[in-house]
């Protein structure tokens, strides 16, 4: 079926690609124009939105010669159902999967509280990719894990001056930092329209820009959601060395008791 263009939605986080190839829309622009037929993009549409998850270069194309629809393949499903479709497209028709595209999907997909924790294999199998690939990922990410980690030394006494736990205090803390991250949000929202509409470009470079913006925005916050499991990590790990360490202390003083 054919889709009205202003009835897509572009800036969901269903864009599998780290960015998209200009020359190659321009190169689709120029073939639709002299009738070439292309496969239908694939949406997926919750009733309310109708999420693009592959056919990017094909929709841009689409506004480039100011086409008003662009036809398409719907299947019904949620914002979720379309991000999981948008890892394993293209690895088998359109512009090749780049090895930074490979890895953006599986960052996705590893991060989604969906699949936080599943196999090699099974995360392969929804990106559409080889397990050693998605190991490889998760070498990357052990060996910076590794790298950030503090002396356990530093740790006992960070652990030694911690305050103690006030529950009331904390989800405070939580409220504080949810209402903070939401107008943070906000306030990106609008700097990047700011920035868009001030751009000395057509209106495709326009849409072409904020579909950017929005899809890198997105990918921060993956890399954010990933520095922060890393960080709870060695945190658990230094707080880890830091008890062990004591205990071995007291057992080292017991043991200087009993020499003596």
Not at 224 to 234: A, D, G, H, N
């Amino acid at each position: 079926m054919h889709l009205s263009l202003d009835k897509i939605t572009i800036d969901a986080g269903t864009q599998g690609r780290v960015k998209l190839d200009k020359r190659v829309i321009e190169d689709y622009a120029d073939k639709m124009q002299r009738g070439k037929t292309f496969l239908p993009c694939i949406v997926v549409s919750d009733g309310k939105k109708n999420y693009l998850v592959d056919g990017f270069h094909r929709y841009f194309a689409a506004r480039k010669i100011k086409s008003p629809s662009i036809d398409c393949d719907v299947i019904e499903g949620t914002l979720q159902t379309a991000r999981e479709k948008s890892w394993s497209v293209n690895d088998a028709h359109g512009l090749q999967r780049s090895r930074a595209d490979k890895r953006k999907i599986v960052l996705m997909a590893i991060n989604d509280d969906n699949h936080r924790g599943k196999s090699d294999r099974e995360i392969a199998a929804l990106c559409s990719i080889s397990h050693t690939f998605v190991q490889n990922v998760r070498k990357e990410l052990k060996e910076v894990a590794e790298n950030i980690s503090q002396p356990p030394v530093a740790v006992e006494q960070e652990v030694a001056t911690l305050p103690p736990e006030d529950e009331e205090g904390d989800v405070f803390q939580e409220e504080m930092e949810a209402t903070i991250e939401l107008l943070k949000a906000e306030n990106e929202a609008l700097s990047d329209k700011l920035a868009v509409a001030s751009m000395d470009a057509d209106d495709l470079d326009k849409a072409m820009a904020e579909s950017t913006i929005k899809d890198l925005r997105a990918q921060i916050r993956v890399l954010e959601i990933e520095l922060k499991t890393v960080t709870e990590s060695r945190d658990s790990f230094q707080r880890e060395n830091a008890q062990l360490m004591k205990q071995v202390n007291s057992l080292t003083n017991k043991l200087k008791k009993l020499q003596a």
